[in-house]
Structure formats: structure tokens, C-alpha cells
């Protein structure tokens, strides 16, 4: 018996090779990481008395943050641009850098919407939001008879 391995890509007979290049190209990791949209990663958990939301978003400031709240839809956005300018002997270079992204959360009709706290320190940034009284766990002791 012969084992035969077919080939299941279509076969461009006038131009072999020709999707090779195109795929090495756009596959490249420089490409890829250009491309690709950079969104920090996000913790989101759950007290007794409180929703948690960290954001993992090293080298930006405080100023950089926006955070809207709009029914209950809670925003996070950052519009960064820089400007690095270069003047040396023979030539002059300057870059510019634009980088941006939105994190949207939809908050609970438990959260008390009037007590959020946020803080950004050490590349995380921390939002609290304070549950609704009557949302709390009530806890307490049953008395077995």
C-alpha cells in the first residue's frame, strides 16, 4: 500500500510561490505587533462590600485616564501622543507616537454608582465600586432547635 499526502492549498500554477511572500511578510512579528491593538489586561472581583476592577497599564500617569460613567456603563480610556525630536549634526529626526485603547465594564444595578473610588499607582490602576446596602450578604447566626 502507498500513503499519498495531498496538498489541500489552492494551486496558483501562473505564479508558484506567490501567497508564500505575502504570508512571510504579514506574518511577520513585526507586522503582527503593529497591527495588533494593545488592551491592558483587566482583574474584575468581588467582596462583601465591594466590585474590583484592576487594570494592568504600566508607564502611563494618572492624567492619562479617563474614566466615564454613563448609565451603567463604565468607561476607561487613555489618548496618549509624543513627540521625540532629535536634532543632531547632519540631520534632524522626529517621531511621533499615538497610542489609545477603551476598556468598557457594565455595572451592576447593584453597585452604588455614587461611591466609586479609583487610584493608580505602581502601573495598576484600581477602581472600587461600593455595593448598594440592600445588595450586602446579610449574614447571620441560625439558631438550631
Not at 508564500?20 to 462590600?49: C, G, H, L, Q, Y
Not at 487613555?78 to 499615538?98: G, I, P
Amino acid at each position: 500500500m502507498t500513503l499519498v499526502k495531498f496538498n489541500n492549498k489552492p494551486n496558483n500554477a501562473l505564479l508558484p510561490g506567490f501567497n508564500d511572500v505575502f504570508d512571510s511578510i504579514f506574518n511577520d512579528t513585526f507586522f503582527n505587533d503593529k497591527m495588533v491593538s494593545r488592551v491592558p489586561a483587566a482583574n474584575v472581583s468581588e467582596t462583601e462590600n465591594n466590585y474590583h476592577i484592576e487594570l494592568a497599564a504600566p508607564g502611563l500617569k494618572k492624567e492619562d485616564f479617563k474614566l466615564n460613567l454613563e448609565r451603567n456603563i463604565l468607561s476607561i480610556s487613555v489618548e496618549q501622543a509624543t513627540d521625540h525630536h532629535d536634532n543632531q549634526k547632519n540631520y534632524n529626526r522626529r517621531e511621533f507616537s499615538y497610542s489609545s485603547f477603551v476598556r468598557t465594564f457594565t455595572v451592576p444595578e447593584s453597585a452604588d454608582i455614587n461611591n466609586i473610588d479609583a487610584c493608580y499607582a505602581d502601573g495598576i490602576l484600581r477602581i472600587d465600586i461600593a455595593k448598594r446596602e440592600e445588595a450586602k450578604a446579610m449574614r447571620r447566626q441560625i439558631e438550631i432547635k
